[in-house]
């Protein structure tokens, strides 16, 4: 992030509660209306704040209602003007804009500080606080510590990019544990977080439509570590490891790791013993892979991270891998949607990069080799899709291109496999049905967002798989 926008954030003074810093005569201007902005809004209201809010769409959904509940507060709508701004002390973003905008740049650059909603949640709870992130499965890592945490006896609230706003977590007690998802966009605006555990997945390229390179996208993630008690590492994608200026001063100097290969002590890893492959923790064997019911090297990754913040956070083993036993994943997330004539239909309509879908297609367990048809497509957030190439070739035997970036997926995988390209989601997956044979693998992994045609993978993903019931059944 610039360091233009880097500006000083005013952090709480020690002893200082939420509701008295926030009503010592500072105004904020809430920019963005959508789930996380709704509940800033709420969240300042209730402290007795003084607030403003813009959103730069026309008319958002629920404004008139917005309006209606708090007639007192100005709600702007439409494009950034350097006149809503007068007078305010804090600028509150939410993270599906981005801080570039000529208007917030100039604002940061005159010393008007632009946090996020975990930012004020950082000054506002008691409890201790997991931090998740990474490119890709922070959904299913985060739910499983939250059932981890919760399956060990201790109380758990479970939030942030997972679709539960962080301050809808407020208030709290030191004797909660909370397990926060976090995306890259708000990570840039949170300034004063301290976490008991710290960990980044891994990273693949993703969002570079909105950061300048991929360095500036992994220093991003790479703030999670700032004032982290302890941090876990990802052995196997060295930008997960802690850049020196990113480590706080908790006693955890050593990060934590987990990975695929043999661990060394106190790592978390896997051993094979007797053709047999096992989830373990130094030489100490805690599960037999098989008895996890979601297969694949990338999901035992899910699994050994979840183990590895759980152990920081001192739990026992035995109730995490009792968590591990019984989790059948999320929906979205390489989800099966039917069985029919020999066909599996997938759904991993989260698989919204690069590196998403190149894990889902090594995971798929294949009864041969190109026997996948696989549907991707959507908006491509500047990605390069070159990496697909050999996994494509090894595995796919038609491709099905669709979305907005379709043309610049077919011109980065040319020549890999069969490819077409048809106008929507629902015409790919007909022809999807018209060219899947006994035996053969259909995965909708887009590779792509998808709000281009969608309002999100939520809705994308539902879509996917009534449009294919309606199909095959």
Excluded at 178 to 192: A, G, I, K, P
Excluded at 247 to 252: E, H, L, Q, R
Aim: hydrophobic residues 40%; charged residues 20%; negative net charge.
């Amino acid at each position: 992030m610039p360091a233009q926008v880097r500006a000083d954030t005013g952090a709480c003074p020690y002893g200082k509660t939420m509701r008295e810093i926030i009503t010592m005569g500072k105004k904020y201007i809430v920019v963005g209306l959508g789930q996380t902005g709704l509940s800033v809004v709420h969240f300042l209201d209730e402290q007795g704040a003084q607030w403003c809010a813009v959103d730069t769409r026309d008319n958002p959904p629920g404004i008139d209602a917005l309006r209606a509940q708090f007639p007192h507060n100005e709600i702007h709508t439409g494009p950034l003007e350097l006149s809503y701004f007068q007078g305010v002390a804090e600028i509150i973003l939410s993270p599906g804009l981005s801080p570039h905008q000529p208007v917030l740049e100039q604002l940061a650059l005159q010393g008007i500080p632009i946090i996020g909603d975990i930012e004020l949640f950082a000054r506002a709870h008691l409890g201790r606080v997991v931090g998740i992130t990474g490119s890709n499965a922070k959904s299913t890592v985060t739910t499983l510590v939250a059932k981890m945490v919760e399956k060990s006896g201790r109380v758990m609230r479970m939030g942030g990019n997972i679709g539960i706003t962080a301050l809808s977590l407020l208030p709290d007690t030191k004797d909660i544990i909370h397990v926060l998802e976090l995306s890259s966009f708000q990570l840039d605006t949170t300034y004063s977080l301290s976490l008991e555990v710290a960990c980044i997945l891994n990273i693949t390229a993703d969002h570079l439509d909105r950061y300048k390179n991929m360095q500036e996208y992994i220093d991003s993630k790479q703030r999670i570590y700032q004032n982290a008690r302890h941090i876990v590492v990802n052995r196997d994608d060295e930008n997960t490891y802690p850049a020196k200026d990113h480590v706080g001063a908790g006693p955890c100097a050593r990060p934590i790791s987990f990975g695929l290969s043999l661990p060394k002590e106190k790592e978390f890893g896997l051993i094979s013993r007797d053709n047999t492959t096992y989830l373990a923790y130094g030489n100490e064997i805690l599960l037999d892979v098989t008895e996890f019911p979601l297969q694949g090297r990338h999901n035992w990754s899910n699994a050994l991270v979840a183990l590895a913040i759980g152990h920081c956070l001192g739990l026992t083993f035995p109730p995490m891998l009792e968590v591990l036993r019984s989790f059948h994943g999320l929906a979205h997330r390489c989800q099966v949607v039917i069985k029919k004539n020999n066909i599996t239909w997938y759904n991993d309509s989260k698989g919204t990069n690069v590196g998403a879908t190149l894990a889902a297609i090594a995971g798929l367990q294949l009864p041969q080799k190109r026997h996948l048809i696989l549907i991707a497509g959507g908006l491509g957030k500047g990605a390069d899709f070159s990496p697909l190439r050999n996994i494509v070739h090894e595995s796919v035997k038609l491709l099905i291109l669709y979305g907005q970036d379709k043309a610049i997926i077919q011109q980065a995988l040319t020549g890999s496999t069969d490819i077409v390209d048809v106008a929507d989601l629902r015409t790919a997956i007909a022809l999807a049905a018209e060219k899947a044979s006994s035996g053969d693998v259909v995965l909708f992994s887009p590779a792509c967002a998808s709000y281009d045609m969608f309002n999100n993978y939520e809705h994308r993903g539902e879509l996917y798989s009534q449009w294919v019931l309606a199909q095959v059944s």
